[in-house]
């Protein structure tokens, strides 16, 4: 188990999250992630586009698969889902069917491509704010507009 001053306790079987790399990953963005975990997406602004860049890719690289025959390979959706986890009220969840719903195929420059759709995120937040009383629905624009999209996009329910 790996504990990290951001108060939250990662335990997995997999040997990417135990991993030196991981580790170090963590350590070195603890400021970051600390910030954007005392955060939500109504504060992220352009000024935030280069540590958030930086950030996702060194995920990628840290998370990358350690066997088999993808070894070497970096999943965008492993990392948002990461960087959620560490600051879920700021980065959105996405996968494959969410990211081409939204224009940000991330076949080529994922970094770039998560921070397009960080900032449609907030635009969305942004829009139901006023129609949204978060309070009475028990949770965060992100997570009703995570919800929507997964429902939406992933499974096809709606």
Not at 96 to 103: D, P, V
């Amino acid at each position: 188990m790996f504990s990290c001053s951001l108060g939250i306790k990662l335990s997995t079987d997999t040997t990417s999250l135990t991993s030196a790399s991981w580790k170090n990953c963590l350590s070195k963005n603890l400021n970051v992630l600390d910030k954007h975990r005392k955060s939500n997406i109504f504060n992220y602004g352009t000024c935030d586009d280069k540590a958030i860049e930086n950030l996702f890719r060194e995920f990628l690289y840290a998370l990358r698969i350690r066997e088999g025959k993808k070894k070497g390979t970096g999943s965008p959706v492993a990392v948002a889902k990461a960087l959620h986890l560490l600051a879920s009220d700021f980065f959105p969840l996405w996968d494959y069917e969410i990211a081409r719903a939204y224009g940000c195929r991330y076949s080529r420059n994922p970094e770039a491509k998560y921070l397009l759709f960080v900032r449609k995120s907030k635009e969305m937040a942004e829009n139901l704010k006023s129609s949204v009383d978060t309070k009475v629905v028990g949770k965060t624009l992100l997570k009703l507009i995570d919800e929507y999209n997964y429902a939406r996009y992933t499974q096809r329910w709606i």
